[in-house]
T-cell receptor, first 110, second 114 residues
């Protein structure tokens, strides 16, 4: 099956700086790549997603890039704020199955 | 209010005692799925369902059963729980079986098996 690796596992940034989280996947058939944010004690919530026929997608301060050839995708958060502090999960999907990365704990220092 | 609900939210049980975790959604979603979340392992898919009476195994189905007799409900059954099933469980639903749909997660069920 699919294998998704996510790095780094923890990330600390100063408020206002950018944060980048990277994921790689193994199955070239994967065609959908969502990113979820999970605040402490809460449920995961979708923040952005990208399909395999798109190279980049942006939503305000959040962007995702996809490199199908290299089989990796990244989450970019600009102008980070304390409320961005959470655990972020990437995922890869094909045929209704979802495979998640192991998560990145992001801390934004005021 | 559109939502996914799970019950119970917390459960402590003993090895071998059958239990069911219920999941219900009020959004008329076709797709429903169960995940377990363990520290350092992220979320792992247990089972999913593309519609009523259609279920399929995810990445870690061993020791679990599911059923989809009604569109809104997707219970997770542990016939003989073991300590390695101690975990945080999330149910999720999406509008259709297309993988391009946003999944909405329930609040989670924290299960401890002694």
């Amino acid at each position: 099956g699919e294998n998704v690796e996510q790095h780094p596992s923890t990330l600390s940034v100063q408020e206002g700086d950018s944060a980048v989280i990277k994921c790689t996947y193994s199955d070239s058939a994967s065609n959908y790549f969502p990113w979820y944010k999970q605040e402490l004690g809460k449920r995961p919530q979708l923040i952005i997603d990208i399909r395999s026929n798109v190279g980049e997608k942006k939503d305000q301060r959040i962007a995702v890039t996809l490199n199908k050839t290299a089989k990796h995708f990244s989450l970019h958060i600009t102008e980070t704020q304390p409320e961005d502090s959470a655990v972020y999960f990437c995922a890869a999907s094909f045929g209704n199955q979802f495979y998640f990365g192991t998560g990145t704990s992001l801390t934004v220092i005021p | 209010e559109a939502q996914v609900t799970q019950n119970p939210r917390y459960l402590i049980t003993v090895t071998g005692k059958k239990l069911t975790v219920t999941c219900s959604q009020n959004m008329n979603h076709e797709y429903m799925s169960w995940y377990r979340q363990d520290p350092g392992l992220g979320l792992r898919q247990i089972y999913y369902s593309m519609n009523v009476e259609v279920t399929d195994k995810g990445d870690v189905p061993e020791g679990y059963k599911v059923s989809r007799k009604e569109k809104r409900n997707f219970p997770l059954i542990l016939e003989s729980p073991s300590p390695n099933q101690t975990s945080l469980y999330f149910c999720a639903s999406a509008a259709s079986a297309s993988t391009y749909n946003e999944q909405f997660f329930g609040p989670g069920t924290r299960l401890t098996v002694l």
